[in-house]
């Protein structure tokens, strides 16, 4: 690939922690295999975010000072960031087309929240490529929402749902924008469509995920449409990727430069402490809070817990003093995620499964317990426990809180129980699939190669 003209790769992402990492890693593996990669974000996150090998360079939502939260709306900030993003998008373009030591940009890799992207691309004349980062077998159920086979919300006398390459699926199953009407009119939603309306107007549409991982899917989706899977698109580091020392994403935005955490759990056995995390956008019922503080008290296990600053005053005061006095645990309002899960003392993972921590812990090895929250992922939770059984899923009670007795219960079955073994051992086979996949010659290895020598060649899907 190096008798080519190097070519030059805008990636452009919205500006959300789980929509930030798969975007910028991206960005890192193609610069790495020898293209020009500039990483485009709104000024309100640009300024936090640092990689090696790419340039990260600012554009405008519309809300520059305080990003997402000075909007009165969703529907207020996705309508100005597809207004002020797209001008400023393409000015960023020609100003890199400008600058003469730089190769001229010829595609533009989009977040697929951003569907308004694909324009920016047609009316530049360069190549466009569609980022998916939800599961491909997520992504199906919205494909299938727009060819007619399924309305939303989804009737509930279909369910459960039989659909090609997925396993049967239950109402609480489904993902919340499927599952409930009081979703129907939602602005990410309307988003979401907007892709899939479009899809094959794309030169190139990538989903964060890997062959080995929905191979089931893959095989029933073929021809059906054009979605190639390129991940696991973490850190290469912790799966043996191109790029050996590239252990961080590069862009946290709740960065803390406070790693005691890491050092508590060097003290630990190995495989005995249960990590808590659920993510950075939940937002978490104060009787919920309660059930997990007492539920992970009373597991008999040692965890480390994520817990938010502004999830903090939910916590019990009780149960406080009581890890103080036994040690039992550390709750912290930020760490890095991937190096907790690397860390050999953790056993289990409890998370919302989102997609993100979801690959992350697949990749790394780690069994978990799904409490999911909205969105993807119940059906996330679905995969996890039914078809990789990796993990369990933690059922809801009647007033729909998850009890703390389900949480021991869970937390016991992952780490001890009947199911420990299998479990464990799938999470092994997976973490080595996922490491096959990325690793030169694996299925999404070669799929990169392919983008990236066809951009030096100059030749998209259309020519």
């Not at 979605?227 to 973490?234: E, K």
Request: charged share 20%.
């Amino acid at each position: 690939m190096e008798n080519y003209p190097r070519g030059h790769v805008v990636v452009v992402t919205y500006p959300a922690q789980g929509h930030i990492n798969p975007l910028l890693q991206f960005a890192k593996c193609l610069a790495s295999k020898g293209l020009k990669a500039t990483f485009a974000t709104t000024l309100y996150t640009a300024k936090l975010i640092r990689a090696d090998g790419v340039n990260v360079m600012p554009i405008s939502d519309g809300f520059d000072v305080g990003g997402f939260k000075e909007a009165p709306s969703v529907e207020t900030y996705l309508e100005t960031f597809k207004t002020v993003g797209s001008r400023t998008l393409t000015q960023l373009i020609l100003n890199l087309n400008n600058d003469h030591s730089s190769p001229v940009v010829n595609c533009l890799v989009f977040d697929s929240l951003l569907p308004w992207a694909l324009d920016v691309a047609k009316n530049l004349d360069i190549f466009s490529a569609v980022l998916l980062t939800n599961s491909a077998s997520v992504c199906s159920l919205y494909c299938h929402i727009h060819r007619g086979v399924l309305s939303f919300p989804v009737d509930q006398e279909r369910v459960p749902l039989i659909l090609p390459g997925l396993p049967p699926l239950g109402l609480d199953e489904l993902p919340s924008f499927l599952a409930c009407s009081t979703y129907h009119d939602s602005a990410y939603l309307t988003a979401i469509m907007e892709k899939f309306r479009r899809l094959e107007e794309n030169d190139w549409v990538f989903v964060n995920s890997f062959e080995e991982l929905e191979n089931q899917l893959a095989e029933a989706m073929t021809g059906l449409w054009p979605v190639q899977m390129v991940g696991p698109l973490v850190p290469s580091a912790y799966v043996d990727g191109p790029i050996a020392e590239d252990r961080a994403y590069g862009g946290s935005l709740l960065k803390s430069n406070d790693d005691h955490y890491l050092k508590w759990l060097d003290t630990k056995a190995p495989n005995t402490i249960i990590f808590v995390s659920f993510g950075s956008m939940a937002q978490i019922e104060i009787k919920q809070i309660e059930e997990i503080a007492y539920g992970l008290k009373s597991s008999k296990n040692r965890f480390l817990w994520v817990v938010k600053d502004s999830e903090q005053e939910k916590l019990p005061i009780q149960f406080l003093q009581s890890i103080d006095e036994m040690g039992c645990g550390k709750i912290v309002t930020w760490c890095n995620q991937l190096e907790i899960l690397a860390h050999k003392s953790v056993g289990c993972f409890m998370t919302h499964c989102g997609w993100n921590s979801t690959l992350e812990a697949i990749s790394l090895g780690v069994p978990m317990v799904a409490m999911p929250q909205w969105s993807d992922q119940p059906t996330n939770a679905k995969f996890l426990e039914n078809v990789w059984r990796v993990g369990v899923r933690a059922k809801k009670g009647e007033n729909g809180i998850v009890t703390r007795e389900e949480i021991e219960r869970c937390i016991k079955e992952v780490m001890v129980g009947e199911k420990s073994d299998e479990i464990k051992i799938n999470a092994s086979k997976m973490r080595d699939y996922a490491k096959r996949a990325i690793g030169k010659g694996g299925s999404s290895d070669t799929i990169i190669n392919n983008f990236v020598e066809a951009l030096m060649k100059g030749k998209g899907k259309h020519t």
